[in-house]
């Protein structure tokens, strides 16, 4: 079983400053990694992920994240946010072995707020 | 290239009653998979097909939902009869042989 973490339900921040949702998740077999945005009245939208290879993965928008092994997180960071980065963060794991294809498992979403 | 879409965006039903949930993944997109948001949960997977066929049905809470893929394109999800605990965000989204799932705006659903 497979278990994902979003430590912060909610982050409020002021335009320009940087930002930095945290994620964690638990897993006892090897997982792809997954960051998706929600912004209002959308659907989700990919990120970036991490499937192997370097830990540091860039996204799009601007953000980032690391994927650590040995603290199992894949914490999402943004040097300066913009207004429009206001939205519902969502971090997911998916089985890394066998298929390519299966299901996600969700944390619980981290609204983030960004002020002028 | 159009995206996964799903209808109706919004409905509102009586408990009891039976509400039917469609989505329409990306064309050529052979997996299918529904996932629902109950209000101040986490996104819960429900299942997914492969084209027609069911691969992991383990997330169907009860046999009141019945899901659906006839000929392998777009696929149904009926709520049967409809309880109050039902009411949520329901995804769906679709994926070629690859890791990345695509979603959809998600039938926000509400029963009274």
């Known amino acids: 079983a497979q278990s994902v973490t979003q430590l912060d339900s909610q982050v409020p921040v002021f335009e320009e400053a940087p930002v930095e949702l945290r994620c964690n998740y638990s897993s006892s077999v090897s997982v792809y990694l997954f960051w998706y945005v929600q912004y209002p009245n959308q659907g989700l939208q990919l990120l970036l992920k991490?499937?192997?290879?370097?830990?540091l993965v860039k996204g799009i928008n601007g953000f980032e994240a690391e994927f650590n092994k040995s603290q199992t997180s894949f914490h999402l960071r943004k040097p300066s946010v913009h207004i429009s980065d206001t939205a519902e963060y969502f971090c997911a794991v998916k089985n890394a072995g066998g298929t390519s294809y299966g299901k996600l498992t969700f944390g619980q979403g981290t609204i983030l707020t960004v002020h002028p | 290239e159009a995206g996964v879409t799903q209808f109706p965006s919004h409905s509102v039903i009586e408990k009891g009653q039976t509400v039917t949930l469609r989505c329409d993944p990306i064309?050529?997109?052979?997996?299918l998979y529904w996932y629902r948001r109950v209000m101040g949960k986490e996104i819960k997977f429900l299942l997914h097909f492969v084209k027609e066929s069911k691969q992991d049905e383990s997330g169907m809470p009860n046999n009141r939902f019945l899901a659906e893929r006839t000929g392998g394109t777009y696929s149904t999800l009926k709520v049967q009869p409809a309880e109050l605990e039902d009411s949520g965000v329901y995804f769906c989204?679709?994926?070629?042989?690859?890791?990345?799932?695509?979603f959809g705006p998600g039938t926000r659903l509400l029963v009274l």
């Open positions: 064309s050529g997109h052979d997996n």
């Open positions: 991490y499937l192997s290879g370097s830990t």
């Open positions: 989204a679709s994926s070629h042989w690859e890791e990345t799932q695509y």
